[in-house]
């Protein structure tokens, strides 16, 4: 079975400086995995998807992710943050063929001015 | 493309009584469609996969006497939480994979969220 772990729950960083969450998966086939960023009381919005093409995948609003099959993460990163960054972001993983999401549990990320 | 919408976005009602939400593709077909439930700081959890025309399958644990699902045509599919108690009040949220297209298998969209207060 598919799992995904999102190391950290909360993240703090000043703004115009590196973000980094971490997402470490459990898969026993190629897996697809997904970025999705929840604003307070929204719906999910895609920030990116590994599809087994690119292993460095770039999504919306700067973000991009890096697939490492050696070490099972797709850790998320923006070089510069934006106070507008500010959310909810979930780790999801699937099997290619699959239809349902597994989800992490999220990482809070706060932006200080 | 590949707009999800809910309604109503938010909603109040008395313990006993039922409420249905409303989870519409509005510029696609949908051949699945998934409803969540998302509590306060949590992570979603999947309660249902339903696909047009057929009966919805649902999660472990999931009553499906208290939720109900119909997925009555490619656009829409609905949500009816029975006799809601205060234990049902959450984060409801829909998604929807698209017919064809050539996208992901997986790729789903998803709507707004809509919020059930029950007193």
């Known amino acids: 079975a598919q799992s995904v772990t999102q190391l950290d729950s909360h993240v703090s960083v000043s703004e115009g400086t590196p973000v980094l969450l971490r997402c470490n998966y459990s898969s026993s086939y190629s897996p697809s995995l997904f970025w999705y960023v929840q604003h307070p009381n929204k719906g999910l919005q895609l920030l990116l998807k590994?599809?087994?093409?690119?292993?460095l995948v770039k999504g919306i609003n700067g973000f991009e992710a890096e697939f490492k099959k050696s070490e099972t993460s797709f850790h998320l990163t923006k070089p510069s943050a934006h106070m507008s960054d500010a959310a909810e972001y979930f780790c999801?993983?699937?099997?290619?063929?699959?239809?349902?999401?597994?989800f992490g549990q999220g990482t809070r990320l706060t932006i200080n001015p | 493309g590949a707009v999800v919408s809910q309604h109503p976005s938010r909603v109040i009602c008395k313990s006993g009584t039922s409420v249905k939400i409303e989870c519409r593709s509005l510029d696609f077909q949908a051949t699945t469609m998934f409803w969540y439930r998302q509590f306060p700081k949590q992570s979603l959890m999947l309660m249902a996969t339903s696909n047009e025309g057929s009966k919805a399958t649902y999660e472990q644990g999931v009553e499906k006497d208290k939720f109900l699902i119909n997925h009555a045509s490619l656009t829409l599919s609905t949500l009816t939480v029975t006799s809601a108690h205060p234990e049902d009040s959450s984060f409801y949220i829909c998604?929807?994979?698209?017919?064809?297209?050539?996208?992901?298998?997986?790729?789903?969209?998803f709507g707004p969220g809509t919020r059930l207060t029950v007193l």
């Open positions: 590994y599809t087994s093409a690119a292993t």
């Open positions: 998604s929807a994979r698209e017919l064809g297209s050539g996208r992901l298998y997986n790729e789903q969209f």
């Open positions: 999801v993983v699937s099997l290619w063929g699959a239809q349902k999401l597994v």
